[in-house]
């Protein structure tokens, strides 16, 4: 059993959502390594990346029972992919670069700025975090929908000669293609997991899971506010991760140096 060696699979996540919303201040509190955070919208041209050991106690279990030559935690990777913005699918701002980011991670972390500050300007003139989760989400909706179109010029040529699955194929993508033109992510499309094998190599954004960050102040890191009210209301009906984090305070607690101390 000592030539064991545990060695889970990495989970990759991508930290997405309009600039100055705090989504490196949160990417510096649970990454292994640090990222330099500014006030000034696209003030950066490359995703930053971490790592998070997760810890796992049954795990530990297991290696104190097998005692492995090698013992390796399960890990996240994260992207902390640079602010989008609207027009980020049609090449505005700096968000169009960083598309190919979000395609390649396993899920996406959704920070939305539920706090106030007048020193920190929101792109949009005010603070509004459902408008800011619409901007995001359309523009990969858009990005997705030409992917798809795309496929579906494909599989018309093939189905015009009688290609049986690509009949088949362009009847599912029709079912895809109505849902992003109603504003829809592409994971709430009302189609059987053996018929989502017609995607797969597209990789489409709004096909990975989402956990929405509600980023508060201090005070409202226990309770809420009424952002945090307001997202919770437009997200009702969906199976939808929220969580409520002052990542500012988190990422203070995260520089503390004594383990003691940060718990």
Do not use: W
């Amino acid at each position: 059993m000592q030539g064991i060696n545990i060695l889970p699979m990495a989970l990759n996540c991508g930290i997405i959502g309009i600039t100055n919303t705090g989504k490196t201040t949160l990417f510096n509190c649970i990454s292994n390594t640090r990222a330099e955070s500014s006030s000034f919208a696209f003030s950066t041209n490359k995703s930053n990346l971490g790592l998070v050991n997760v810890p796992d106690p049954r795990l530990e279990s297991l290696a104190a029972l097998i005692k492995p030559q090698k013992f390796t935690p399960a890990t996240v990777e994260i992207v902390d992919i640079p602010g989008l913005t609207r027009g980020s699918s049609q090449g505005e701002g700096v968000g169009n670069q960083f598309l190919g980011d979000i395609r390649n991670t396993d899920a996406l972390i959704h920070v939305l700025r539920c706090f106030d500050d007048d020193m920190l300007s929101h792109i949009d003139g005010t603070v509004d975090p459902v408008r800011d989760m619409e901007t995001i989400d359309l523009e990969l909706q858009v990005k997705d929908l030409e992917s798809v179109e795309k496929k579906m010029e494909k599989l018309s040529k093939l189905a015009k000669i009688g290609e049986k699955d690509a009949k088949k194929g362009l009847e599912v993508l029709g079912v895809y293609k109505e849902h992003l033109e109603s504003f829809q992510p592409v994971r709430t499309a009302a189609v059987d997991e053996v018929n989502k094998k017609y995607i797969e190599d597209l990789f489409l954004l709004t096909a990975k899971p989402v956990m929405y960050i509600c980023n508060v102040d201090e005070a409202s890191a226990v309770s809420g506010n009424q952002y945090v009210d307001d997202v919770r209301k437009s997200l009702e009906g969906q199976d939808a991760e929220i969580l409520v984090i002052a990542a500012g305070l988190e990422s203070d607690i995260a520089e503390l140096e004594d383990t003691a101390d940060r718990e």
